[in-house]
């Protein structure tokens, strides 16, 4: 059957096809089996491969020329930063040399988040769209949008065999603990990587308070490191986040990583 849509990057009606949050050549190297069907829980483990994955469903709502066109392009990007450095887990006192295209790497960001957000209906799927313009175009860079690195450290015990950071995760901070000057921060896990991209909500910012929120995320997030969008590389030292630190809060409602821990325990 032949499916007609409006596409959610340019607009235009054309045949959709069904496409993964995450793209595939992304998912190939990180071994992740699309053919795997999907399930309601929020988190997965993917038990041949051992990787602990953000279960999605998918999208069926952009066109085959944006997909295959600049969308693609911006995965290619994010595909050879993953051969670079994203593929490799970084331990507790390293740090790296991290050299990146701040628009590339922003605009990934963003498409992924959106696709997310109109996957799930979450509520940031409206200010996400946004920043369509900027996604496929790249041409006038938005204000205030910050973006974060932490890097997460494999999770060591003696009795154990240590468990890598292992990851492909998306999220979003509830919106209820944001402050008024955000109007959504997305969390995106690549392995060690961990990126935040935090949205500036359209009311008038003043600017102490704006610097202020930005502190108090820094404080929440240690070890985070802003990437500033002149540069073109930055210095990131390991943070002592690790997979059982992360899910540590509300561990007890994930029991697919209580699953993956203990596979990784045995
Ligand atoms: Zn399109």
């Known amino acids: 059957m032949v499916n007609m849509k409006k596409c959610a990057y340019c607009g235009n009606d054309s045949v959709s096809t069904r496409e993964h949050i995450f793209p595939k050549s992304l998912l190939n190297r990180k071994n992740i089996d699309t053919k795997e069907k999907y399930n309601d829980k929020r988190v997965r483990y993917i038990r041949k491969a051992g990787k602990i994955f953000d279960g999605e469903p998918t999208i069926n709502d952009v066109c085959g020329s944006c997909n295959g066109g600049v969308l693609s392009r911006l ?6 930063l993953y051969d670079n450095f994203l593929y490799k887990f970084v331990n507790k006192g390293e740090s790296v040399i991290f050299e990146y295209n701040f628009d590339m790497l922003t605009r990934w960001l963003l ?5 997310s957000a109109r996957a799930n209906n979450q509520f940031d799927s409206g200010i996400l769209s946004n920043y ?10 938005p204000d205030r949008i910050n973006v974060f690195v932490q890097l997460f450290i494999p999770y060591v015990e003696k009795s154990i065999e240590d468990i890598p950071p292992d990851f492909l995760r998306i ?7 944001l402050p008024d000057e955000f109007a959504s921060i997305r969390i995106i896990g690549i392995n060690s990587y961990c990126f935040y991209i935090v949205i500036p909500s359209k009311i008038k910012i003043d600017r102490r308070r704006w610097r202020n929120s930005i502190d108090v995320f820094k404080k929440n997030v240690i070890g985070s490191k802003r990437l500033n969008p002149n540069y073109k590389k930055i210095r990131l030292f390991a943070s002592k986040e690790n997979i059982v630190s992360s899910y540590g809060k509300n561990i007890e409602h994930n029991p697919e990583i209580i699953t993956a821990l203990n596979n990784y325990f045995k």
């Open 75 to 80: 995965d290619a990007y994010t595909c050879q």
């Open 111 to 115: 498409k992924v988040s959106y696709n």
């Open 132 to 141: 369509i313009e900027y996604i496929i175009k790249g041409k006038t860079r």
């Open 171 to 177: 999220a979003a901070v509830a919106p209820a603990t």
